[in-house]
């Protein structure tokens, strides 16, 4: 069944809201072009009409924070099939191109939309303060097929893809309405993005594997968290955008986690303990963190004025095992990836986390 989306204006009686009819889908585009964040506040856009080695154009182009990156295609008049395909084969383009391309693309693309930043470097640092060279640029991707409408046939092909194959393929689609002279857009997912997501992040990390319950997380340190506090408090985090703190919904008390700094190492592994709640609101001892002995500063702006979706989040957590940063474990063909929290479904994984139970002493 074909998901169907509505929205009413409430008062005394509720009043259904009719939808405009989009002659276009062009509309769309230009409105993600000119705000990605429409589709996800995790993104940067890098491209539009971005030409492939076999002449056909992808919509547009996006990286997350980890460098994958995100194929943005738009249905416009074509049938379900060819869509899904034409996804496909771009995602088969893309899979090949090498860092230097694509700062090529970014550049290209800087200078026909008049950014002041002409390098992917320094506007992949803006948007996610994250050195690109400190990511897998490129190791992984996404596809996200953008429609006024989404028919059932795409529905069934983008599901089998997913729930037989985890092809990271999802389907975004969008009404738009009017009331008092105000138009709106509306949005809705065919799947969490969180699982496309997670399926990019593993999808290309080696040969499949099932999953062997255990979670991968990626525990970044700055001025706002800091890996101290986490272990003698209990309890990992995340913040600054949806895109960081989603998939710290999938963990639930008594899961276990291995927590990895990006670009340092293996830190640690515990058992999660409870469920995930804004920094703001974490209490030890019925303390919260501004009250106790903290080297971060839980009191400052970052945490009190930020909206939920920029909030920090925190889970807690019971250590079983944790070393210092200085201590921190990493070895050639270590599982790796900057998504917050990932079920890895590869031999590398199983080989990381089999590895540091034997360094540990962990069972």
């Given at each position: 069944m074909a998901i169907e989306h509505s929205i009413w204006k409430v008062g005394n009686k509720p009043e259904k809201i009719t939808p405009l009819k989009l002659d276009s889908e062009d509309f769309l585009e230009e409105q993600i072009a000119q705000d990605i964040s429409i589709l996800n506040d995790g993104w940067l856009l890098i491209g539009r009409q971005v030409l492939t080695s076999f002449n056909k154009y992808i919509d547009l182009l996006a990286l997350d924070a980890s460098g994958s990156l995100i194929i943005i295609e738009l249905k416009r008049h074509k049938t379900p099939r060819e869509v899904s395909a034409q996804a496909l084969d771009y995602a088969s383009w893309a899979d090949e191109l090498e860092s230097n391309k694509i700062a090529e693309i970014y550049t290209d693309f800087a200078k026909k939309t008049g950014l002041k930043e002409p390098s992917l470097d320094n506007a992949f640092v803006g948007r996610f303060g994250t050195y690109l060279s400190s990511v897998d640029l490129n190791g992984s991707l996404q596809m996200v097929i953008v429609a006024a409408e989404l028919d059932a046939s795409t529905e069934r092909i983008i599901t089998y893809l997913n729930d037989k194959y985890d092809v990271p393929i999802n389907a975004v689609f969008f009404k738009v309405f009017e009331d008092?002279?105000?138009r709106y857009l509306s949005r809705a997912w065919m799947i969490d993005p969180g699982e496309t997501q997670e399926n990019a992040a593993t999808?290309?990390?080696g040969e499949k594997e099932p999953w062997n319950g255990e979670f991968y997380i990626s525990f970044g340190v700055d001025h706002n968290r800091d890996w101290g506090d986490a272990v003698r408090y209990g309890f990992i985090g995340a913040g600054g955008g949806v895109w960081y703190t989603r998939t710290l919904n999938q963990l639930k008390e008594g899961d276990r986690v291995w927590v990895n700094n990006p670009g340092v190492g293996y830190l640690g592994v515990g058992v999660v303990t409870g469920t995930v709640v804004k920094a703001t609101d974490f209490?030890?001892?019925?303390?919260?963190?501004?009250?106790?002995?903290?080297?971060?500063d839980y009191s400052q702006s970052f945490f009190t004025d930020n909206d939920d979706d920029h909030a920090e989040y925190i889970v807690p957590?019971?250590?079983?095992?944790?070393v210092s940063m200085q201590e921190a474990v990493s070895e050639s063909g270590f599982f790796g990836n900057q998504n917050t929290v990932a079920k890895p479904k590869t031999k590398k994984w199983q080989h990381t986390v089999e590895r540091l139970k034997a360094l540990w002493g962990v069972k």
């Open positions: 008092s002279g105000n999808s290309s990390a209490k030890v001892e019925g303390k919260t963190l501004s009250k106790l002995d903290t080297v971060v957590v019971r250590w079983i095992k944790t």
